[in-house]
């Protein structure tokens, strides 16, 4: 079994399980406890990024010897065309799934998880919320989320269209656990298309199957209007 895939506890690599079970690949999976909040010295060890995710395909059958990645997108990218044959990653043939899929793709960390990560750090203890860029940043969240409300209200499904693409893969993480780090809500009339996607998706057997292979039976995936900070953040 050539990959091996790394997750640490509550993090974005849950996308990359999901990706594998969605694809029903084989895989070895290890995973890492944080230490306390941030990455142990087992994921730097892996790369130089030190962040999670991190795949390793040895041998990989483009180069003959161990890849090592440890960008979501790449890896995504990676285990799609080298190990998923093509699926969930539309192209042109596909007509308007593909510049569908290709905006979405690239939104999930492009916008959507660099906006929520910016409102984790404008509601620290140093920050000033009449700060012009504390209320823009706000802001910015809130247009965010509009725009994937309007999206899933034209799709009535994913965000590409009818099918699941790995767009949503990599946008779901921020929708659902990273809120256990930055909580976040949604207005159960505002985002009610964002709030079906999240329990469309959560019923997902692939999805349901990775989140528990990532954080256990008892961990209840954040798919509802209000999200529980998690623990480790509240020392
Ligand atoms: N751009 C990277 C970001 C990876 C990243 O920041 N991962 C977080 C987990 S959500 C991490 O490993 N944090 C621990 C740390 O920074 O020490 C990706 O999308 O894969």
């Known amino acids: 079994m050539p990959l091996t895939l790394h997750h640490l506890g509550l993090s974005q690599s849950e996308r990359i399980i999901w990706l594998a079970e969605e694809l029903n690949l084989d895989y070895k999976l290890v995973h890492h406890k944080r230490d306390p909040i941030f990455a142990p010295q087992s994921i730097k060890d892996l790369h ?15 180069t003959q010897s161990r890849v090592v ?17 093509g699926a969930l990653a539309p192209t042109p043939k596909d007509g308007s799934a593909y510049p569908n899929y290709l905006e979405w793709y ?15 750090m404008a509601r620290g203890p140093a920050s000033d919320p009449n700060s012009p860029v504390v209320v823009r940043t706000l802001a910015k969240w809130d247009h965010l989320l509009s725009m994937m409300e309007d999206r899933l209200a034209e799709t009535g499904a994913y965000l590409a269209g009818e099918m699941l693409t790995a767009a949503d893969i990599m946008t779901f993480f921020t929708l659902t656990t990273m809120r256990g780090f ?5 207005d159960v009339e505002k985002h009610r298309h964002i709030l079906a996607y999240l329990k469309r998706v959560g019923e997902r057997p692939a999805y349901r199957k990775a989140m528990e292979i990532c954080e256990g039976k008892d961990f209840v ?11 480790l953040m509240k020392r």
Request: charge should be negative; aromatic fraction near 8%.
């Open 48 to 62: 130089p990024a030190g962040t999670a995710p991190v795949m390793e395909d040895d041998p990989s059958t483009v």
């Open 69 to 85: 990645l440890a960008e979501s997108g790449a890896i995504i990218d990676y285990i799609i065309a080298v190990h998923g044959k």
């Open 106 to 120: 690239h939104f999930a960390n492009g916008s959507l998880q660099p906006a929520l990560f910016r409102v984790l």
């Open 182 to 186: 930055c909580p976040v809500e949604y």
């Open 221 to 231: 995936p954040l798919l509802s209007a209000k999200a529980e900070q998690f623990s």
